[in-house]
């Protein structure tokens, strides 16, 4: 599993300036990983919450994010910058860097990731120090990653050692250097297990999906002694009809480290899944399809969630959903005198797509649809393919399909939104009908 082609990060643009090591020995070290204070941790937030729907609330953030060329999939990868407002961004692409296999930059832009190849025993990653968004430094880090992560220090990568996973940290500052986080190794279906692994304040939280269901399993850096502990229950079972658990089923780490919430679908069923990481028994909610279709989210109950992310003062849960109903779409062009020159594709379609949020409480009456996407109307219907939570949670960005009709657009183009938390000011920050933005490379501060 990639850490970047498929969801977006939130890069924060201050502490620029960390460049890495030239060291290039690569050697392990099994003391402990470097820890963080999150006493009083919020993530950047101002104390307003994640969810204000009293009215929008101005923020100031930079955007960034990487895109392909729409023609010529193949050619150089593009990296852009912007504000929250739609001005026209300002190419940083880094010269000299083949980001072919993939460049993945980390969320404090101290650090950046290129995966120099990819087989299948895993990817070569090189770690480049950022400085003022130019890399140095680069250092071979991992020849058998499975997946990787960063926090604002560090980069996180697992790899397979026979039968068991190894999770490694390699410090920014000192790449040449990997400490030893944890081993994890799977009662049953170790062939199953991708690597699929999230880390944040201080914690680590792994998925693993096989014939028994998903699991989750949490470790705690701050006591490596104790290992990797499975959260209970096992979610459902992978084999059931109607379960169909991936290693993608969304999951996410409170800012303040003290809670994972985990999605899943069964049988007539959307759950949500909350787990204390101190211990005990998750909280479940089962969400109906008339409280869905209530929230304006879909007419049908086949729904499957792509995202979660919490809000920076962690007491709200934004989560992205998509439904089995699909509009149709009619695309063309306005504006020529002969019908030859217009460009019509008929009888698309595309799925609908929502973001929704609920309270930490996992009270049902807090649940709310930000996007309001409009339903049966192939025009105006944006399918939003991934998100992320301004630093201060008054906003959301995301890459999603323009509005098409008469401009040529295609329901296959995507583009860069903002939206305030409260459904408002929802505007398109990019428009560029030859570039497509990457999910998973999208910044904001």
Not at 19 to 41: A, F, Y
Request: hydrophobic content about 35%; some cysteine; overall charge negative.
């Amino acid at each position: 599993m990639r850490g970047s082609k498929l969801s977006i990060v939130l890069l924060v643009l201050v502490g620029i300036g960390c460049s890495g090591s030239s060291s290039s020995s690569n050697e392990s070290d099994t003391t402990s990983p470097i820890l963080h204070d999150t006493s009083g941790v919020d993530d950047q937030s101002d104390g307003v919450g994640g969810t204000d729907v009293t009215g929008p609330i101005a923020e100031s953030f930079q955007v960034t994010w990487q895109s392909r060329d729409r023609l010529n999939p193949s050619a150089p990868l593009k990296f852009w910058r912007g504000d929250e407002s739609a001005t026209t961004p300002t190419d940083w692409t880094p010269n000299g860097l083949d980001c072919a296999n993939g460049c993945d930059v980390a969320p404090s832009l101290k650090a950046l990731v290129q995966v120099t190849s990819a087989g299948v025993d895993g990817s070569t990653l090189k770690l480049y120090g950022l400085n003022q968004l130019v890399p140095a430094n680069g250092v071979e880090v991992s020849t058998k990653a499975l997946s990787w992560r960063f926090d604002d220090i560090a980069l996180y990568v697992m790899e397979r050692a026979n039968d068991t996973f190894e999770l490694y940290q390699i410090l920014f500052d000192n790449p040449g250097k990997r400490a030893l986080v944890g081993t994890f190794a799977p009662k049953e279906g170790i062939d199953s297990y991708q690597g699929t692994f999230l880390v944040r304040a201080n914690h680590v939280v792994l998925l693993h999906v096989s014939l028994g269901g998903a699991e989750l399993y949490h470790l705690d850096m701050t006591n490596l002694g104790d290992g990797f502990q499975k959260l209970e229950p096992t979610i459902g079972n992978s084999q059931g009809t109607g379960s169909q658990f991936t290693e993608k089923e969304p999951f996410a780490i409170s800012p303040d480290g003290k809670e994972v919430v985990f999605f899943s679908r069964g049988d007539n069923e959307f759950k949500i899944w909350l787990w204390s990481l101190s211990g005990g028994n998750p909280k479940n909610i089962t969400l109906s399809e008339s409280q869905l279709d209530a929230c304006g989210s879909s007419s049908k109950l086949y729904y499957i969630a792509n995202k979660a992310i919490f809000s920076p003062d962690s007491q709200q849960i934004y989560f992205s959903m998509t439904s089995q109903d699909s509009v149709s779409v009619t695309e063309s062009c306005s504006g020529y005198l002969d019908d030859q020159f217009k460009c019509i594709s008929n009888a698309q379609t595309k799925p609908e797509t929502d973001i929704l949020v609920i309270d930490r409480t996992l009270n049902p009456a807090s649940l709310r649809n930000v996007t309001q996407n409009a339903k049966n109307d192939g025009t105006t219907n944006r399918v939003i393919d991934d998100f992320v939570v301004s630093p201060q949670g008054h906003h959301l960005v995301f890459i999603a399909s323009p509005e098409i009709g008469g401009n040529c657009r295609s329901h296959n183009d995507r583009e860069i939104w903002r939206i305030s938390v409260d459904g408002s000011e929802i505007e398109m920050l990019s428009d560029d009908s030859g570039a497509l933005p990457l999910s998973g490379t999208i910044t904001a501060n």
